[in-house]
């Protein structure tokens, strides 16, 4: 089957850190470029940050540059967001995905909440 | 805010044509390609439309997508009630140098 989960999420205070993780199974992972796309309770779907397939390029969010890093481990299957910093407005339901391609597939989200 | 604008809402009754357009510029609609997502209640996003109009397999051919300039548009017909949801334009943004999700629209089935 193919699918993508997430974890990694919780309640964090602002300022700190967390990093999420999404497992890759049933397909090529290195073979894709990969997204994480975040949505804060009751609001639209915003793109977070993607790499592509060896891991070589990144690109982010103004909302998120330098404060969020992308990465992935083509051996273990696994694409990981490295979040520091973190803020209130950071609150959301990230997902990890494949955006802009034929190939869909998302995960089921992992919940972030900034808050003290 | 988005620089993708969508209606906020749509809404049609049962077997009724829907459209949704997705407005954008230069930098994205205008010089790349449009996907289209519909995501249901408490699920994750599906995607309906790539590259502007080609669709994905087991996507019914009731679902369209189309693109003139800097604006693009998705229309279901033959609306159903499993169409109720919502849905979101997205395009790659060269000056942004990142991805844009259109700021969604909720369509209603009356």
Redesign the interface.
Known sequence: EVQLVESGGGLVQPGGSLRLSCAASGFTFSSYWM?W?RQAPGQ????VS?INSDGSGT????SVKGRFTISRDNAKNTLYLQMNSLRAEDTAVY?C?S????F?I????TMVTVSS | QSVLTQPPSASGTPGQRVTISCSGSNSNIGSDYVYWYQQLPGTAPKLLIYRNNQRPSGVPDRFSGSKSGTSASLAISGLRSEDEADYYCVVWDGSLSGYVFGTGTKVTVL
């Open positions: 997204h796309v639209g779907l915003v793109w993607r690109n982010y969010a103004d997902y995905a955006v802009g391609s034929a869909d998302w995960g089921q989200g």
